[in-house]
């Protein structure tokens, strides 16, 4: 069983930046894969960036490449979203998701889910 705690987020500027981060219980935080998702009003939840339980691969949605930033500290049972030159249609609520070895884009692949952070981006 592994019980996800996310934390930042908050109301930022439009170019500015946030750091989310998310705790996992649990002695085998290191096999898991880990992704964050996020969730907009009347919108699906989106895939926005997965980390394999090794750090060796990461992916991101195409709309927040070279922006965000995922990285994971295993020792700490944390995983991070940098997020930088945020943009309003970063508005969501973001949610961190756990799954075994390697990431998916497809959040009903995820066994696991933190109770998410709402993230405001104004213009």
């Known amino acids: 069983q592994v019980q996800l705690v996310e934390s930042g987020g908050g109301l930022v500027q439009a170019g500015g930046f946030s750091r989310l981060s998310c705790v996992a219980s649990?002695?085998?935080?290191?096999?898991?894969?880990m992704g964050w998702f996020r969730q907009a009003p009347g919108k699906d939840r989106e895939f926005v960036a997965g980390?394999?339980?090794?750090?060796?691969?990461?992916y991101y949605l195409d709309s927040v490449k070279g922006r965000f930033t995922i990285s994971r500290d295993n020792a700490k049972n944390t995983v991070y979203l940098q997020m930088n030159s945020l943009k309003p249609e970063d508005t969501a609520v973001y949610y961190c998701?756990?799954?075994?070895?390697?990431?998916?884009?497809?959040?009903?692949?995820?066994?696991?889910w933190g109770q998410g952070t709402q993230v405001t981006v104004s213009s």
């Open positions: 980390i394999t339980w090794s750090s060796g691969s990461t």
């Open positions: 998701a756990a799954r075994r070895y390697i990431w998916s884009t497809d959040p009903d692949n995820y066994d696991y």
């Open positions: 649990g002695r085998t935080f290191s096999s898991y894969a």
